[in-house]
């Protein structure tokens, strides 16, 4: 009831901020329960339907708010230049607002869709999602943004590496939690085995960095939408591929027809070399392994669960992924 409450009570907050702001009415709010921490409503408005996104303050505290902005700023260049993505409101030049009691939110336009179950994306889904993914990398480094010095992923040597993994198993073992054991020696001896000097020829670039089923929208087989660009960084956008990959096309194991049929789509924005796809799967396994298999990793939610399956499956299969996917 408290939970609630507060709910309640930020929202009529930020109801009156809206309509101060955009001079508009708001006459439906309907809850969004998707997402870590922040809020987020479907409002209808005597302008349009619109999304309404809070930002809590324990996680807004993780943000840059300059670097937030710069991101809503991509968002409405990419939406401009067509990719199918939610345009932002904007009051007085702002994209990042702040209600009268201090939340900080945006508006945007709301999209129509569906979101699909984990691994469990169709063809001409996949193959969509892929031509849309191949068009934002591309109109994201079309020169507009430049580079930077070095992307937000340097991947660490392997001894680093092992020396996590054998910590994690140490904290693992001493907390009691043998049946996690064999989770952690997979990552281990996957990490042991692993050319880190692989990672080193991949080009660094302007990437979304969240591309996961519940920031992919669909109408039937064809993306909606692409949402929630908060983590866009100069990084890899092979980050990006992997993550879509994984989260559309694992199930129990790898679907590699569709994961051909997202290369084909996005090659058509974005040509890129064989063995693309194996090579974003290892970088993506190199950079979010550590964030899910840990010692806690038997407490995790449904979403921190499946990610966890997904390094699980990637440290199992490391060694064959070139052959897996050969051509692609």
Not at 6 to 33: G, R
Not at 93 to 117: A, H, K, W, Y
Not at 250 to 267: I, Q
Request: contains cysteine; negative net charge; charged residues 25%.
């Amino acid at each position: 009831m408290e939970t609630n409450l507060t709910e309640e009570l930020i929202l009529d907050d930020l109801m009156t901020s809206f309509q101060h702001f955009f001079e508009s009415k708001v006459y439906e709010s309907t809850p969004i329960k998707r997402g870590w921490l922040n809020l987020k409503w479907k409002i209808s408005t005597d302008s349009g339907q619109f999304l309404l996104k809070q930002y809590n303050k324990e996680r807004f505290a993780l943000y840059d708010p300059d670097e937030l902005t710069f991101a809503f700023t991509q968002q409405v260049r990419l939406r401009h230049q067509g990719l199918a993505c939610p345009n932002l409101l904007s009051h007085d030049g702002r994209f990042l607002l702040e209600s009268g009691n201090g939340e900080r939110f945006i508006v945007m336009e709301f999209c129509q869709g569906t979101l699909i179950p984990p691994g469990k994306a169709t063809v001409q889904q996949i193959y969509d999602l892929g031509r849309t993914t191949g068009k934002m990398h591309r109109l994201l480094n079309d020169g507009t943004l430049g580079s930077k010095d070095r992307p937000q992923f340097i991947p660490p040597s392997r001894e680093e590496r092992l020396a996590h993994w054998e910590s994690v198993w140490k904290k693992t073992k001493e907390s009691g939690k043998n049946h996690l054991l064999a989770a952690i020696e997979l990552q281990w001896k996957a990490t042991e085995a692993f050319q880190v000097e692989l990672l080193k020829s991949l080009a660094p670039g302007w990437a979304h960095r969240d591309l996961w089923v519940d920031n992919i929208l669909f109408d039937q087989n064809r993306v909606s939408a692409i949402v929630d660009f908060d983590r866009l960084k100069f990084d890899y956008p092979q980050l990006d591929v992997g993550r879509a990959l994984l989260s559309c096309a694992l199930d129990d194991d790898l679907d590699v027809s569709l994961a051909s049929a997202f290369m084909e789509g996005y090659c058509e924005e974005r040509p890129v070399m064989n063995g693309y796809a194996a090579h974003s799967l290892q970088l993506l396994w190199y950079l979010e392994s550590t964030w899910w298999i840990n010692p806690n990793m038997d407490q995790h939610s449904i979403p921190p669960a499946r990610f966890a399956k997904e390094m699980t499956w990637l440290a199992d299969n490391l060694k064959n992924l070139a052959d897996l996917l050969e051509g692609i």
